[in-house]
DNA sequence: AGATAGTTGAAAATTATCTTAAGTTAAGCT
DNA sequence: AGCTTAACTTAAGATAATTTTCAACTATCT
């Protein structure tokens, strides 16, 4: 009960806050994109686009994986998602789009967001100074995670 | 005069470098392996198999782009080669198997070696070393490049 | 030199992603 | 509330990166 009644208030504010985001940056609001960014903020897991079109699927039967792609390319666009790439040609999407790092476990490939002040904030080498402008730090621990250290 | 000379020589040392590899690890000497590797250590740019397939078919016309693939791969497996995603669904592959990162630049897609001493023995945060075991930092620094700036 | 196991090349299969074309719908206007 | 229009969705097919299959070949061991 209290689940349903939580889970309810969770959509209604979703679905308030992604309407004013699409207002704001005049992208149309349809269903199909309401709910693919619902999947996207409920994810912690840094899905693939198939991994978000098979959650998308069980609300919406008829949606195609096309308008998984689309969509996600016009969030990333929009500066809504973060897509990204770690050990497979496969890209991943964040709905965190704040700065931080990933955790990443070589065996069973799952993404765990971490932060790590002391490395975000560091004034970078003068070699990177030199080399351009440096915009944003993309970093990667990688390894074995515990779950998969039992195994 | 002196380039083709110190070019022979290169060479040679690779050819011979690659050898003892190639028997320390019982890997089948190939011309065709022999060549794709000489390419991969003599680029600097992080080239796609793409790349180096087009590279290696000016001294190697009859090869075929499996070849390169397979190879690569058989590289990675031992440890000669590393390959890696960074902006886009194509793997890239880098001779320098020690430790270091990347600069990249998101106009060029051109990938630049850098060390960061400082990032790569800081002691890992809390969070890291709860989640599991930790056998490599991959960072990337992102922005524009020079050039890129230029235009 | 001959056997054998690993390697190659060609072609086709797979997987991820994008494009095109035609019908559909959200958003703004009335 | 209905009309218009540009943006959106779907389906199908296209493209790009990578892998697999299989028959022919070759490096290495004997």
Known sequence: MDNNHD?????QKILEEFKKICESFGIKLTY????????????KDHPSAEDIFSRVQKKVP?????TVYR????FEKFGLVRKFYSLDEKARFDPNVFPH???VCIKCHKITDFQ????????LPSVAREWGEIKERYLEL?????????K
């Not at 889970?7 to 959509?11: E, P, T, V």
């Not at 990688?142 to 039992?150: A, F, P, Q, S, T």
């Open 7 to 11: 889970a309810g208030q969770d959509s």
């Open 32 to 43: 199909q994109r309401l709910e693919i960014y619902r999947i996207l903020l409920e994810a």
């Open 62 to 66: 008829t949606i195609s994986l096309d």
């Open 71 to 74: 969509a996600l390319a016009t």
């Open 101 to 103: 790092f990933h955790l």
């Open 116 to 123: 790590w002040p002391e490395v975000e904030k560091k004034s």
């Open 142 to 150: 990688r390894g074995v995670c515990k779950d998969c250290l039992k």
